[in-house]
């Protein structure tokens, strides 16, 4: 039976938030220097050559690597520098990206990328005072957030807190600056003793739009705690519970409340304080837009701190988004197993896996996670979501039984569990639980469209059902026009009914849709056949053979091109009949 199956990737809310503002972060990043296109024609070596090849690959590590080698045979070329210090930010390089951008920001005072190199580098080494002369208010070096941010950061590491609030006053405007200037001057007067002002101002960014589950939501519960309002900061964990990344850590938070121990603030010196300003922009930019600069902050964020564990998530993402699933393996790698992050970055790291075709050490690394998470219902869903795609349906089906055991309450979002369990089900030969948990799945969402049509499918399939099988098709056919499987669904339901002329249309429509599907055009060649249009049909078989069909489907599609349609289906219904008799004759002895 055809497989009829659904995912996605999953996306992680990171972002203090998402709406307007975006191109602020990212105007002009890389827009300083022209392509380096002398650079071939200087007789450089192979190395220049290499470079260009790994950056059109995308391999950051190997384009630094490369780009560099040709830079230290030709110092003096400003374009070859500015594509070398751009993949050293990428990779996270930041005191080689530094040596790098010296020349560079001297050449022109006004080189974006080098400016923000070289105040981040100042930030790392505690020179607090270089870093507050670069970001004066008549540098056009950087955009006005990131230079503000970092610029009121540097008067943290000075101890000026009347120019710190100066430099934070001095970013208003667009509702998400002020959110960022809000939710980082809260981090700023914790790190400088104000507990009060910080839950001010900590309170005013969640007011204004900042998560109330994520980062923002933590530094406030944390400086009430040290306000001594506890309560107020179990609330505040207890709301986080169950959000991804942010619920580890207020899980461990409400465990450590609970040992009576004390808490800690996110942010506790200038350097961290900079490291949060270049993480809070990477998760705003997000890994589905903008994402090359996501990274490069992100990248910043973890070279000023590297134990903030949450931005080698965010670059674990991006990197998946950008189909670098080997670099994102190792990005999720680096998160320690002390980590309440850990278990997270497990699972990330194990779908990189998966899309490197290292299934069974994805899995081992996902058994791992569940076992050792056993009130997960993100673990097992993942496990479970990994034995599907690799075809262990029973093992899936076990696993997706753990996860549902978790949902208390079940409620409507529910309804794509007991829909993926239900495939695993079917795959491994029971379809008594398939069917219950297809049916269970419309009782949560009616007539899901992907529910309607596996479920309808199956029943046409197996030969059951059939006139409830096209209408449920049918309300799926109307919800997803476009869908080649769904419109495939309801023209074979209509062969299956014998409607062989209302089945065509709906098979090459599907076939339009999919084109290179070997059971949709296996389905119109039968149907083709059954209207008499015999020389279309065989070259429909011809064409489902092209496209590697199952084993045993291709065999039964060479029977047909060898002896007809008709003979292969009296041989079927004789073989039928046989096992029928047999079956018959046994129970009666």
């Given amino acids: 039976m055809r497989r009829r199956t659904v995912g996605g990737p999953r996306r992680n809310g990171r972002a203090l938030a998402r709406a307007g503002g975006a191109a602020l972060l990212v105007a002009g990043l890389f827009a ?13 070596p192979g190395a220049y050559l290499a470079a260009r090849a790994a950056a059109a690959r995308e391999d950051h590590a190997a384009a630094a690597r490369y780009f560099a080698e040709a830079l230290s045979r030709d110092p003096d070329n400003l374009a070859l520098r500015d594509r070398t210090l751009t993949y050293m930010l990428l990779i996270g390089d930041l005191r080689g990206a530094a040596r790098v951008a010296e020349p560079l920001l001297s050449a022109d005072p006004s080189h974006r990328l080098a400016a923000l190199a070289l105040t981040a580098e100042d930030l790392r080494a505690a020179e607090f005072d270089a870093a507050a002369e670069r970001l004066n208010d008549d540098s056009d070096g950087m955009n006005r957030l990131v230079a503000g941010l970092l610029a009121a950061w540097a008067e943290v590491g000075r101890a000026d807190r009347e120019a710190m609030e100066a430099r934070f006053a001095a970013l208003e405007g667009d509702a998400m600056t002020e959110i960022f200037a809000t939710y980082h001057l809260g981090l700023a007067r914790a790190a400088m003793g104000d507990l009060e002002g910080a839950r001010e101002a900590l309170s005013d960014a969640m007011r204004g739009g900042a998560s109330a589950t994520g980062r923002p939501a933590l530094a406030l519960a944390a400086v009430l705690e040290m306000l001594d309002r506890p309560e107020q900061a179990r609330t505040i964990y207890e709301g986080a519970l169950g959000q991804e990344g942010f619920g580890r850590r207020a899980e461990e938070a409400l465990a450590r409340m609970e040992r009576g121990e004390s808490a800690s603030l996110l942010v506790r010196s200038a350097r961290s304080g900079a490291a949060e300003a270049f993480f809070s922009i990477a998760g705003a930019l997000g890994a589905d837009r903008n994402a090359t600069v996501a990274l490069l902050y992100a990248r910043l964020a973890t070279a000023l701190r590297p134990e903030l564990h949450e931005a080698h998530l965010l670059i674990g993402e991006i990197l998946v988004s950008e189909g670098r699933h080997a670099e994102a393996a190792s990005a999720y790698a680096t998160v320690p197993r002390r980590s309440p992050l850990f278990f997270s970055a497990e699972i990330g790291r194990a779908d990189a896996l998966m899309e490197l075709g ?34 262990r349906w029973e093992e899936a089906a076990a696993a997706y039984d753990r996860a549902i055991a978790l949902l208390d309450p079940v409620e409507e979002r529910h309804w794509s569990v007991f ?26 969402r009616p007539e899901q469209p992907l529910v309607m049509n596996y479920l309808g499918y199956s029943w046409v399939e197996l030969r059951r059902n059939l006139e409830r099988a096209q209408a449920m098709i049918e309300k799926a056919v109307e919800q997803r026009p476009d869908d080649g499987y769904i419109t495939d669904s309801l023209g074979w339901v209509l062969y299956r009914l014998d409607k062989f002329e209302e089945a065509v249309p709906h098979l090459e429509r599907a076939v339009e849709l999919k084109p290179t599907d070997p059971i949709i055009n296996d389905h119109l060649g039968d149907a083709l056949w059954m209207v008499g249009r015999k020389r279309e049909a065989r070259f429909q078989w011809r064409r489902a053979l092209s496209f590697d069909p199952e084993p045993e489907d291709a065999e039964r599609i060479r029977s047909k091109l060898d002896r007809g349609l008709d003979a292969v289906l009296r041989e079927e219904r004789a073989a039928e009949a046989a096992a029928a008799a047999a079956t018959t004759e046994s129970d009666g002895g």
């Fill in 419 to 444: 829909y993926e369990r239900g495939i695993a089900h079917e795959r491994a030969g029971d379809w008594e639980q398939a069917e219950a948990d297809f049916l269970r799945a419309l009782e949560l």
């Fill in 358 to 391: 290292r299934e069974d050490e994805a899995i081992v690394a996902l058994r791992a996670v569940a076992e050792a998470e056993s009130d997960s219902l993100r673990a097992w869903l993942a496990l479970a979501g990994a034995q599907r795609r690799t075809e």
């Fill in 32 to 44: 300083a220097a022209p392509p380096p296109a002398s650079a071939a024609g200087a007789g450089l």
